[in-house]
T-cell receptor, first 114, second 114 residues
């Protein structure tokens, strides 16, 4: 089944403790992206990647890192999480030929930083 | 830059009533437009998309949307809603071509009451 898999689904952590949220897709998509969803703000892009070893900042990149060493994986790293990063996070992927396809989304990771 | 405005943050309706969720976009170039649905505690699922073919687009679950270039709108409609349509709906825009970014609106919560 074609899908984007995120782990974990739920995570509670403490301020300052480094964490990684994994994202993997099995559709051979070139383009991958991370979004955060907050009430009343919709989805905002954190980082994106056009292909292996090619990443760039989205609209709200502060406090986050990403890497794209393999085509299928695009982990999101919070090196020193803070409470304002409590949010619902989505990974998404797409073919890079154009924006016509839209994205396939993962099921989300609900992160709470205390 | 592209942007999306969803004109209603919440839309309550009764079961079997028609519904329209409004979306306006802003872009200086041709665009692709999308509607996504998010059921409670789930990820985003593509409902339908406009990619410069027919202006009336039919999607899943009986939804349709009409692209209106002169009014820069892409409103989502359903003639008769069900309880199971209760969800949050997001309008999104992409410029396509080499720009893959999807920009989302802030969402409209559709609540269908018995």
């Amino acid at each position: 089944e074609a899908q984007v898999t995120q782990n974990p689904r739920y995570l509670i952590t403490v301020t300052g403790k480094k964490l990684t949220v994994t994202c993997s897709q099995n559709m051979n998509h070139e383009y991958m992206s991370w979004y955060r969803q907050d009430p009343g703000l919709g989805l905002r892009q954190i980082y994106y990647s056009m292909n292996v070893e090619v990443t760039d900042k989205g609209d709200v990149p502060e406090g986050y890192k990403v890497s794209r060493k393999e085509k299928r994986n695009f982990p999101l790293i919070l090196e020193s999480p803070s409470p304002n990063q409590t949010s619902l996070y989505f990974c998404a992927s797409s073919f890079a030929s154009s924006g016509v396809y839209g994205y396939t989304f993962g099921s989300g990771t609900r992160l709470t930083v205390v | 830059a592209q942007s999306v405005t969803q004109l209603d943050s919440q839309v309550p309706v009764f079961e079997e009533a028609p519904v329209e969720l409004r979306c306006n976009y802003s872009s200086s170039v041709s665009v692709y437009l999308f509607w996504y649905v998010q059921y409670p505690n789930q990820g985003l699922q593509l409902l339908l998309k406009y990619t410069s073919a027919a202006t009336l687009v039919k999607g899943i679950n009986g939804f349709e949307a009409e692209f209106n270039k002169s009014q820069t709108s892409f409103h989502l409609r359903k003639p008769s809603v069900h309880i199971s349509d209760t969800a949050e709906y997001f309008c999104a825009v992409s410029r396509g071509g080499s720009n893959y970014k999807l920009t989302f609106g802030k969402g409209t919560l559709l609540t269908v009451n018995p």
